[in-house]
């Protein structure tokens, strides 16, 4: 176990680059779950919300007494599993960049102002390594909260929207705050959407032949974002 207070920097710029694609995704994720009870089937990696049934698998849980998360692929009751396998590359990942925080199985959350928000903090990092489109965050227990990731197709994926691109942006910008060019590149990188870096501007090629041009101040921070027509 590792006890934390603060997160590391190349787990925050990790966080924000996946910070835009990931809010678009989680709401395209809420706006396809019907309204209704849950259950899962760990063993069967199934996962049922109404009339609904996805194949998931457990990105981890946390433990709301010590203020403690596991990753999934790091509990002793699933580890080697068919429901952790998705995740077992968060801590490839995370051993390939020397990224601790997807390393370690168990990272005490007690020593922050906010716990709770340091694993949602996680869970959403997490979602992003694995590229998964959003995650369950469910209570399972008096003091447990565990975490799903969608692994199936029905699952919509959050398309690149040229008219929600600036709140997008400046939402994702907001979350962490360290780097705003990554919230950006990470985006279109998410979306396979060719880019060119140039200066203080990025510019990106978007579907159908328009360009997204997003300008950033002198301290780096997101100026504008406008979409030139194609002519």
């Not at 997807?102 to 949602?120: H, I, K, M, Q, Y």
Request: aromatic fraction near 8%; include cysteine.
């Amino acid at each position: 176990m590792i006890t934390m207070n603060e997160f590391g920097d190349a787990f925050l710029l990790e966080v924000e680059r996946h910070a835009a694609w990931g809010a678009a995704q989680l709401e395209a994720l809420t706006a396809f779950l019907p309204a209704d009870d849950w259950t899962a089937d760990l063993p069967g990696c199934t996962y049922r919300q109404g009339g609904l049934e996805l194949r998931i698998a457990v990105l981890g849980t946390y433990d709301m007494e010590d203020r403690t998360w596991m990753w999934g692929w790091a509990n002793p009751g699933l580890r080697g599993t068919e429901v952790v396998a998705l995740t077992e590359a968060i801590e490839r990942y995370g051993r390939d960049r020397g990224i601790a925080e997807f390393t370690e199985g168990t990272v005490d959350l007690s020593g922050f102002a906010d716990p709770r928000r340091a694993a949602e903090t996680l869970a959403f990092a997490g979602m992003g390594v694995a590229g998964a489109p959003g995650y369950l965050g469910l209570q399972a227990g008096p003091a447990t909260q565990v975490y799903f990731l969608p692994d199936d197709p029905q699952v919509p994926r959050a398309a690149l929207d040229p008219v929600a691109l600036p709140r997008l942006l400046l939402t994702g910008a907001g979350l962490v705050g360290r780097s705003p060019r990554h919230v950006v590149t990470g985006y279109f990188d998410h979306h396979g959407v060719p880019r060119r870096d140039e200066g203080h501007r990025i510019t990106a090629d978007l579907p159908g032949g328009d360009a997204a041009e997003i300008d950033f101040d002198a301290a780096g921070r997101i100026a504008s974002v406008r979409i030139t027509k194609h002519s």
